[in-house]
């Protein structure tokens, strides 16, 4: 340690001269002028209190080694007044003092790089304050040049010394400013900040309003939804009931139908023998008494002979129409045109008496059953040959459609 100097302090003015041998000897240590201020304000603080609570004290500066290996400028200040019993308190920053605003000691603490206070009530408190000097090594020699500095410093007056505080004052306030421009700057970021908070706030909140109604809306068409599925079931369940009458219903039908089938086959071949005992009877009679017969009675043979003749046309057809509707064959696939001249092959006759001109494009290959649709061909030819006029019949047989139907 390099002791630099002490000073008494036991009145007021003894502070002003440890405020400027404060300064003096921080400046010359190198610290900067704001570092200068910061020393000065919390060597003042303590100084203040010395004066207050321990009718006053010294004040002694160093120069001391650290523990990081740097130089640093140590302010003592020490008194043999009461000591503070409630150190721990002031140091906790929950102090409220009675004399003034408790703020001294956690200030000073603040302003310097390390901050020590030992009180013993009863015995006295020594405040130790430190500011790390940043300039080359500090010797006794150092000292002694800074000294001599001071001394040849023409030693001011009061009325200096208060001035010169009151410039450091000045400064410290134009620095306060600057801090209060800063905070109300900031201060107004927040409130803009604020304001676009409860404006998103009031964003949100109307979405959520949005929500809410779609959540009603959704709810609503949920219950509509429910409503149309069971609606839905009841339409399903009726149809299923309905197919299953259908099938019912079919059943019978189909039952019917081939009874129906099966009484027109059986009629229209019992028919056919009773006819033909018509009709040979007929002939006979024509054939043996056919000489012995007036010209009424021949035209008479003549209407039973042609009348047979149709009602076994009408037997004949009611015979083929009931094989039609009755299963008939296993459905395979085959040429049209096998079946169309099967047709016209069973028509020969009446083709070549009408003189019909019957004319056939290439068709397709189908699948079902090749007698039935051979019968459709021939009663569609023999329909087109018996109803016409008196010229020779055209018949075209020809396929329109796809592949899949024609
Ligand atoms: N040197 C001292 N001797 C005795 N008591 C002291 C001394 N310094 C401070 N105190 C006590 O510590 C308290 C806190 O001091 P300080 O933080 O400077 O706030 P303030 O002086 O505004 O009360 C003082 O109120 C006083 O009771
Ligand atoms: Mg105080």
Not at 24 to 36: M, R, Y
Not at 286 to 310: H, P, W
Request: charged share 20%; proline share 2%; aromatic share 4%.
């Amino acid at each position: 340690m390099l002791p630099v100097v002490q000073v008494t302090v036991k009145e007021d003015t003894d502070l002003l001269l440890a405020r400027q041998r404060t300064k003096q000897i921080a400046t010359l240590a190198g610290l900067s002028n704001q570092d200068c201020i910061r020393l000065v304000t919390a060597m003042s603080e303590i100084v203040r209190n010395t004066l207050q609570y321990a009718s006053g004290g010294t004040v002694a500066l160093n120069v001391i080694e650290t523990d990081t290996g740097r130089q640093s400028l140590e302010v003592i200040v020490k008194d043999h007044g009461p000591g503070i019993d409630n150190l721990r308190e002031i140091l906790s920053g929950n102090f409220k003092s009675r004399t003034g605003m408790g703020r001294g000691i956690i200030g000073s603490r603040k302003l310097v790089d390390s901050f020590s206070i030992e009180s013993t009530p009863g015995e006295g408190t020594r405040v130790t304050l430190c500011k790390v000097l940043h300039t080359s090594k500090v010797v006794k020699a150092t000292i002694d040049s800074w000294l001599e500095a001071i001394t040849k410093e023409s030693s001011l007056s009061a009325v200096e010394a208060l001035q010169q505080q009151n410039s450091q004052l000045t400064e410290t306030l134009s620095q306060l400013q600057n801090s209060q421009a800063r905070l109300e700057e900031q201060f107004m970021l927040v409130q803009k900040l604020n304001s676009e908070l409860i404006e998103t706030n009031a964003n949100i909140f109307s979405l959520n309003k949005d929500l809410d109604s779609k959540n009603a809306e959704l709810t609503e068409r949920n219950e509509q939804l429910g409503q149309a599925l069971t609606e839905l079931q009841l339409s399903k369940e009726n149809l299923e009931q309905l197919t299953a009458q259908l099938q019912i219903v079919n059943a019978e039908l189909t039952r019917s139908n081939d009874d129906l089938q099966q009484f027109a086959n059986v009629c229209s071949h019992d028919l056919q023998e009773p006819l033909r005992v018509v009709t040979n009877y007929t002939q006979l009679l024509a054939e043996r008494y056919g000489e012995q017969l007036d010209e009424k009675a021949s035209k008479f043979m003549t209407v039973i002979t042609s009348a047979a003749g149709r009602m076994h046309g009408l037997i004949s057809d009611l015979l083929r129409y009931s094989r039609i509707q009755s299963k008939g064959n296993e459905f395979k696939s085959f040429d049209c045109t096998t079946a169309v001249n099967k047709a016209l092959a069973n028509l020969e006759i009446v083709i070549t008496e009408s003189n019909a001109h019957i004319t056939c494009d290439p068709l397709p290959c189908v699948t079902g059953d090749e007698v039935q649709l051979m019968q459709v061909f021939q009663n569609l030819i023999a329909n087109a040959i018996k109803f016409r006029t008196d010229q020779p019949p055209v018949v075209h047989i020809s396929a329109h459609g796809t592949c899949q139907r024609f």
